[in-house]
């Protein structure tokens, strides 16, 4: 270390000490992503709705002890099972008695299972000579946490009948996945998510960089000299950036496709077309934010800020239902919430544009607010 680097780094202290703003944010922005974040990945699954379908209307009567006192009981396992499951806080139980319709509320992402209780099954489990008799559930693929917590507590509930009422019965499971019983790896429903982050973040992070660009060379000014108007310009960089954005999706979806074997269910024009309008809310955030910057790096500093805690509120990392209560509504105001479920449900689950109608409808009014906001506060330099 020589005198002229401690001359140097002197200097750029004083500087950052003088950028209240900025240090600020470097302070602030830490502290904020580590509480988010402790709270998102510390929350655990639960109310995860779930539809059970008992059409056995079959019982049995066993002997069993009770507190030390030998009964006889009558027991109807579907019944029993969907007791404890009622008491298990990781599922919200709902009874129906048609799997056709079961079947569509997992398939239209109004349920995340339904178990189905099939006409005899508990006299087939108690029948010796069946040894074939397994119970079927439906679970939605695109939802990893969810399915596994599902199962879980399912396992649990016959643990649960074991320990009360002394029935020891071996469970087989048979699992069907919805969406043509396509199972996802991984990487294929991490996908949709990465899209949404990287049309984000790097659109978010280019627009800011770009406005506050033209804003310090008086490019901005010269351009308010013409007949142009501030929406004018607004919407140019809206247009110039989206496209952009379509060709971040693109070039994703060919790497994934051709590199990992990712697949894909649905409309990739309309995975295009989704792109573009996603990555107008954040051309139009991103030129509006940049009017409260007055350098390169206080802009900067924006896009981390707004990308990072939208990753932990979206259901990026885990699903919404498992945040803290009190946490969930702030996810319906971040609009990577809204991205994913549109991308996710075309990439994963073959969506077309009638199933996702309302996150259409909500980030078209997002861009629209953010047009509106860039649009009124935008100063010429």
Do not use: C
């Not at 805690?309 to 809204?338: C, H, K, M, N």
Request: net charge negative.
């Amino acid at each position: 270390m020589t005198a002229k680097s401690l001359i140097i780094s002197r200097r750029l202290m004083w500087h950052l000490i003088r950028d209240k703003r900025s240090l600020a944010m470097m302070v602030i922005m830490p502290i904020m992503i580590s509480i988010i974040f402790g709270y998102a990945i510390s929350g655990k699954v639960e109310n995860a709705p779930i539809d059970i379908i008992n059409l056995d209307q079959s019982s049995i009567e066993i002997e069993t002890e009770i507190l030390g006192i030998t009964r006889n009981i009558t027991v109807n396992i579907g019944e029993r099972i969907s007791f404890f499951l009622e008491q298990d806080k990781r599922v919200d139980v709902h009874y129906s008695d048609a799997v056709d319709a079961s079947k569509d509320r997992v398939d239209s992402g109004k349920r995340s299972s339904y178990i189905l209780f099939n006409e005899n099954f508990t006299l087939y489990m108690f029948n010796p000579v069946i040894t074939n008799v397994s119970l079927f559930i439906y679970n939605d693929p695109t939802e990893p946490n969810v399915r596994r917590e599902v199962l879980v507590a399912l396992r649990d509930a016959f643990s649960s009948l074991r320990e009360h009422a002394g029935i020891d019965l071996p469970i087989s499971i048979v699992e069907e996945f919805a969406f043509e019983g396509t199972e996802f790896s991984s990487f294929d429903i991490a996908v949709p998510s990465i899209i949404g982050f990287i049309i984000s973040y790097l659109i978010l992070f280019f627009s800011i960089i770009f406005a506050i660009k033209e804003l310090l060379l008086g490019t901005k000014r010269r351009m308010f000299m013409t007949p142009i108007r501030h929406r004018d310009a607004t919407l140019g960089f809206g247009i110039t950036l989206s496209i952009v954005a379509i060709l971040m999706v693109l070039s994703t979806l060919v790497i994934e496709m051709v590199i990992f074997n990712v697949k894909i269910q649905g409309n990739i024009p309309l995975l295009l077309f989704a792109g573009f309008i996603f990555g107008l809310i954040f051309v139009f955030m991103g030129i509006f934010v940049s009017n409260f910057a007055t350098n390169e790096l206080q802009a900067v500093q924006f896009a981390p800020l707004i990308t990072i805690p939208s990753i932990a509120l979206s259901g990026f990392i885990v699903p919404i239902d498992s945040l803290p209560e009190w946490l969930q509504p702030f996810s319906l105001a971040v609009p990577l919430t809204y991205g994913i479920e549109i991308f996710r449900g075309i990439m994963l689950k073959g969506y077309g544009i009638v199933d996702l109608w309302v996150e259409f409808l909500v980030i078209i009014a997002f861009s629209l607010f953010f047009l509106i906001l860039a649009t009124l506060v935008s100063r010429e330099g």
